[in-house]
């Protein structure tokens, strides 16, 4: 890793649109949108977005890899504006076997130059 990573896993450039639903304190949702991913990881996502989330807030993404649709629980962990847009890193806190399964292969196939 470089002086400035801090990441411990792998990261892997993917441009994928995705669905996410913003929950409340109580879980009620609060903004539903569309973005479109920047890199991926087994542990979390940067995505793009035309409005600014907040850090801390909790959602649900929904994603295509592998022609399977997934949905992924995550807390947002850090916000930074980008020309037009904003980027937004998720940290993964929920995802069922099915999910992991895919994104492990996903993240294997560009670890082998499979995309």
Known sequence: MS?????????T???NLLDYSVSGQNGELVDRGMGR???????????????????GQILMITIE????LLEIGGRIIHVEPSLE??????????MDAKGERVL???LAAFKKGGF
């Open 104 to 106: 492990k292969n996903y």
């Open 13 to 15: 450039e993917s441009l």
């Open 37 to 55: 991913t920047l890199n991926i990881s087994e542990k979390g996502i940067l995505f793009e977005t035309h409005i600014p989330l907040q850090r």
């Open 3 to 11: 002086r400035g990573e801090r990441r411990k896993s792998f990261r």
């Open 85 to 94: 847009n904003f980027h937004s890193g998720v940290e993964f806190l929920q």
């Open 65 to 68: 890899l592998e022609e399977e």
